[in-house]
């Protein structure tokens, strides 16, 4: 690995000698029977930009954890680096609520089936909110709601105003 030399800031004196990391290392084409023969015996040269910036931040990331300077949960506060298992697939599913008695005839005439949000609430007591709460909650969770995808050639969207 090169080293390059840094002056400390704030001081003239007292250089220190801080690895860089390079984006790749190559080896000389005329070593390359020699390293298959004996693996890892040829010393390979650094090549492209250094230091690399992706580089150079997971060797000071990984340095500093060795060091014990740095706890794996401190750069990784959501604890993504310790699932367990594979996550299963997202599945979107999308209810078409009518309005009304009215809308829900017209929503007929295309043949889909809906139910009014009091005949849901009443069925099954699953309470329904106005897409104005769920923008709401993705806001706090520091989602962007750009577009809706919509699955449907055709759909009626009524609001309602609280």
């Known amino acids: 690995m090169n080293q390059i030399t840094c002056k400390k800031p704030a001081s003239d004196s ?5 690895p ?3 984006e790749l290392y190559s080896l000389p084409a005329d070593k390359i029977d020699a390293e298959i ?3 890892n ?3 390979r040269i650094p090549i492209g930009s250094a230091p690399h910036l992706w580089g150079q931040s997971m060797y000071i990331l990984s340095r500093l954890i060795m060091d014990r300077l740095l706890l794996p949960g401190e750069i990784d506060p959501l604890g993504r680096r310790m699932a367990a ?3 299963p697939d997202l599945v979107v599913q999308i209810v078409v609520l009518a ?3 009215l809308v829900k005839e017209r929503l007929a005439e295309y043949n889909l089936d809906a139910q009014t949000p009091t005949e849901v609430v009443c069925d099954s007591g699953i ?8 923008l709401q909650i993705y806001n706090q969770l520091g989602m962007i709601c750009l577009y809706v995808l ?10 309602r105003k609280k």
């Open 14 to 18: 007292d250089d220190f000698l801080y």
């Open 20 to 22: 860089i990391m390079p």
């Open 37 to 39: 023969k004996a693996h």
């Open 41 to 43: 015996s040829q010393v």
């Open 85 to 87: 298992e594979p996550k």
């Open 99 to 101: 309005e009304d008695d």
């Open 127 to 134: 309470q329904i909110y106005p897409a104005k709460v769920l």
């Open 150 to 159: 919509m699955a449907f050639k055709l759909i009626i969207y009524h609001s």
